[in-house]
């Protein structure tokens, strides 16, 4: 179907457009989906609530898995993470004043990429907007989708510089909207079922203006709380500190962090902490959620619109480009062969790997915070399973498998 701008039947104000899909979210998961639409011939229209600028700084996660790389790199959307970003093999554990270095490829010989989602962002809108002149709209207020459950949906919204109302008639909406997503709130809500786990716990997140301290993630297992490192830039380093869920960053002045920091991530043999300016501070409850179906109708949900991680486990954007790339190809085939097939699976392929990773995170966070929770059950279990991580190669090779993901189907992707 192609894009087109049609007069309102009704005699509305209302200026009426047509394509095939509506994408609602210029995050990393619509930005994929509207590349790939694109590259395959399939019209597709951006609908993002804020700015360009805006979506191109916000401070997001900044691990990417290989397989996932791989999967760009085929859709030719990899250009700058090749470029630009640095491969992390190691990671370590400091728990009881010793550094425990752990290489989970050390069996698959994967490995982790850090790049910052600002800048896969920025890549991914270039590539839509810029090179390929795809139809993305900044700033839109008040989006509506509508007919979800009819063969005609459509979105509305509102012009945020004229104030004018518009409508796009489509074949399919794809909600890549995030947590507070509208089109995930466009579904009724007896046709959903969430599935919620609140960890009780709370995560400072720091971005400091100072050199990593270490060369890859760092991950301080300690009774005063759990806390990491994990090297961003040459000149800036994301840290996090546990806390209580809820708390006031107010609470926590420059003096307090760095010298919770040094307690926490201390250990024989380590390089003393490049302290620096603090440039971000703020908490994160740690939560997670699982929207299931994915899909209503012919509206389809990608990344945290349907699906959260928290940030223990580093999956976030992971699953959201996964589900994106699925959505795709689902699409592709709907609106070039007619073929439904693809659709009627995606929620079901794409819920296996997000279950997946969910047990993932609850087990890591058991690891993390057992030291801290204050009950000695919870901590002698953590001690256990991180006894068997550093002395078992099986165990240490299911670990790797999931820490740095499974490439599955993904080679068709």
Not at 160 to 178: K, S
Not at 218 to 241: C, D, K, N, Q
Not at 297 to 310: F, I, M, Q
Not at 347 to 356: G, R, V, Y
Request: with cysteine.
């Amino acid at each position: 179907m192609a894009d087109a701008a049609v007069p309102s039947s009704s005699g509305s104000p209302e200026e009426t457009h047509r394509t095939s899909v509506v994408i609602i979210g210029a995050g990393p998961a619509g930005l994929t989906l509207a590349n790939v639409l694109r590259a395959a011939g399939v019209g597709c229209v951006v609908l993002e609530a804020e700015s360009r600028e805006y979506i191109e700084q916000r401070p997001r996660a900044g691990f990417i898995e290989e397989w996932l790389v791989n999967a760009l790199e085929r859709h030719g959307l990899a250009d700058g993470l090749r470029e630009r970003a640095e491969r992390q093999r190691t990671f370590e554990f400091r728990w009881g004043g010793k550094r425990h270095v752990v290489e989970p490829g050390r069996f698959s010989g994967q490995s982790h990429f850090v790049y910052p989602q600002p800048l896969l962002v920025t890549d991914l809108v270039a590539a839509y907007a810029d090179a390929a002149g795809g139809d993305i709209r900044f700033g839109v207020r008040d989006v509506r989708p509508a007919g979800i459950d009819t063969d005609r949906p459509s979105v509305s919204y509102t012009d945020p510089e004229t104030g004018a109302r518009h409508r796009i008639d489509c074949a399919y909406i794809a909600g890549c909207d995030g947590a507070r997503s509208v089109a995930r709130a466009a579904i009724p809500a007896e046709e959903l079922r969430i599935s919620r786990l609140d960890y009780g716990i709370g995560w400072l997140a720091l971005l400091a203006e100072a050199p990593p301290s270490a060369e890859g993630v760092v991950f301080g297992l300690h009774e005063r709380g759990f806390s990491a490192h994990m090297a961003r830039t040459p000149e800036v380093t994301r840290y996090y500190l546990e806390c209580p869920p809820g708390d006031d960053p107010a609470n926590w002045p420059h003096d307090r962090i760095w010298s919770e920091l040094r307690t926490r991530l201390a250990a024989t043999g380590a390089q003393p902490l490049s302290e620096g300016r603090i440039i971000e501070k703020t908490v994160l409850d740690m939560h997670n959620y699982v929207v299931e179906p994915m899909g209503y109708g012919r509206l389809y949900l990608a990344g945290e619109s349907a699906h959260l991680v928290a940030p223990i486990a580093a999956k976030g954007m992971n699953l959201a480009i996964h589900d994106a790339l699925l959505l795709a190809r689902a699409l592709i085939g709907a609106c070039t062969k007619g073929d439904d097939a693809g659709l009627a699976r995606y929620s079901d392929a794409c819920l296996q790997k997000i279950w997946q990773y969910q047990e993932f995170s609850q087990w890591l966070s058991d690891v993390m915070h057992g030291a801290s929770s204050g009950d000695r059950f919870r901590a002698g279990t953590a001690e256990a399973r991180l006894r068997q991580l550093f002395a078992s190669d099986a165990a240490a090779a299911a670990f790797g498998e999931t820490y740095l993901g499974s490439a599955t189907d993904i080679e068709t992707l």
